[in-house]
């Protein structure tokens, strides 16, 4: 069982930035793909970004160029670099563990953070 908590959400104007975190405990290995999702109100819940335990990364069309999803092995965190954000970021984002990759399909890993809401507004 892993257990993961996200943290540095909040209300931020167009343009501005945020970083997101999420701490992981528990039945953690470092060899575990690591990514954040999002979901929008009324929509479905969307990848954003991954990260392998390799270091690999890959982003959704919506974002590539403006986040940077990183991770601190040793302190067993991933990070989420937004910037430039816009108001179609806003949303609630959730961090996941146990991601797998395989080319281009990416599987949902089973243990995800409680969520941190994230909301660009003027």
């Known amino acids: 069982q892993v257990q993961l908590v996200e943290s540095g959400g909040g209300l931020v104007q167009p343009g501005g930035s945020l970083t997101l975190s999420c701490v992981a405990s528990?039945?953690?290995?470092?060899?575990?793909?690591m990514g954040w999702y999002r979901q929008a109100p009324g929509k479905e819940l969307d990848l954003v970004a991954v990260i392998t335990g390799n270091g690999e990364t890959s982003y959704a069309a919506a974002v590539k160029g403006r986040f940077t999803i990183s991770r601190d092995n040793a302190k067993k965190m991933v990070y989420l670099q937004m910037n430039s954000l816009k108001p179609d970021d806003t949303a609630v984002y959730y961090c996941n563990a146990g991601l797998k990759v395989y080319g281009m399909t990416i599987l949902r890993g089973r243990s995800w953070g409680q969520g941190t809401q994230v909301t660009v507004s003027s």
């Open positions: 528990g039945n953690f290995s470092n060899t575990d793909g």
